[in-house]
């Protein structure tokens, strides 16, 4: 019989990031900043299976030119969410906060389960309210974090990452958290 020795703590470790998406993640964030975004199909196509992009092609050739172009500037979410409002007549809220985290990832996601778990919805008659309930919102979003994170269950949530996924501590802790918040379902 062969002797076979393996590593149990890598292959969890392994096993748990890759159901967390965190390797392709990874590869998002290491691709980000130096690729093409507007033409580089291998980057939308990983992005769109990590963060569910389900749109058209006309969609999607407008929503990563304008991430390519976002990477000269310095982006927040209501630009994003205007230009993409403008640009297809879509109130693109998750996606804009999607494309604003990979830019800069210290900012939070905004998606359904982050919207559930914090108790939060968006309101509003028209699209203009829409737009402007968005902003808001997100504006909760981040002042969410900026208080969760000074507690003893953020640092205590921090550590737990850190200790379960040595690879990948380089994460922001923003984003450390929202795949705590992404879990709870």
């Not at 580089?40 to 990563?64: C, I």
């Not at 640092?155 to 379960?164: G, I, K, V």
């Given at each position: 019989?062969?002797?076979?020795?393996?590593?149990?703590?890598?292959?969890?470790?392994?096993?748990?990031?890759?159901?967390?998406?965190?390797?392709?993640?990874?590869?998002?964030?290491?691709?980000?900043?130096?690729?093409?975004?507007?033409?580089?199909?291998?980057?939308?196509?990983?992005?769109?299976?990590?963060?569910?992009?389900?749109?058209?092609?006309?969609?999607?050739?407008?929503?990563?030119?304008?991430?390519?172009?976002?990477?000269?500037?310095?982006?927040?979410?209501?630009?994003?969410?205007?230009?993409?409002?403008?640009?297809t007549g879509n109130i693109e809220a998750s996606f804009s906060?999607?494309?604003?985290?990979?830019?800069?990832?210290?900012?939070?996601?905004?998606?359904?389960?982050?919207?559930?778990?914090?108790?939060?919805?968006?309101?509003?008659?028209?699209?203009?309210?829409?737009?402007?309930?968005?902003?808001?919102?997100?504006?909760?979003?981040?002042?969410?974090?900026?208080?969760?994170?000074?507690?003893?269950?953020?640092?205590?949530?921090?550590?737990?990452?850190?200790?379960?996924?040595?690879?990948?501590?380089?994460?922001?802790?923003?984003?450390?958290?929202?795949?705590?918040?992404?879990?709870?379902?």
């Amino acid at each position: 019989m062969t002797d076979l020795h393996f590593n149990a703590a890598e292959i969890f470790e392994k096993r748990l990031a890759s159901s967390l998406g965190l390797d392709r993640y990874a590869e998002i964030m290491k691709n980000a900043k130096t690729t093409n975004i507007s033409e580089d199909r291998e980057f939308q196509h990983l992005f769109n299976a990590f963060y569910r992009v389900r749109r058209n092609e006309a969609w999607r050739k407008t929503y990563y030119s304008l991430f390519e172009e976002m990477k000269q500037g310095s982006p927040t979410f209501e630009s994003i969410l205007r230009i993409l409002y403008e640009k297809t007549g879509n109130i693109e809220a998750s996606f804009s906060s999607k494309m604003l985290a990979t830019l800069c990832p210290e900012k939070p996601i905004w998606d359904r389960y982050v919207l559930d778990n914090l108790g939060l919805k968006l309101d509003g008659g028209s699209k203009e309210q829409q737009l402007c309930n968005a902003v808001l919102l997100y504006e909760e979003i981040e002042n969410w974090y900026a208080d969760f994170m000074t507690t003893e269950n953020a640092l205590a949530c921090l550590e737990t990452f850190d200790n379960t996924f040595h690879g990948y501590t380089w994460i922001s802790d923003i984003k450390k958290i929202d795949c705590f918040l992404w879990s709870i379902r």
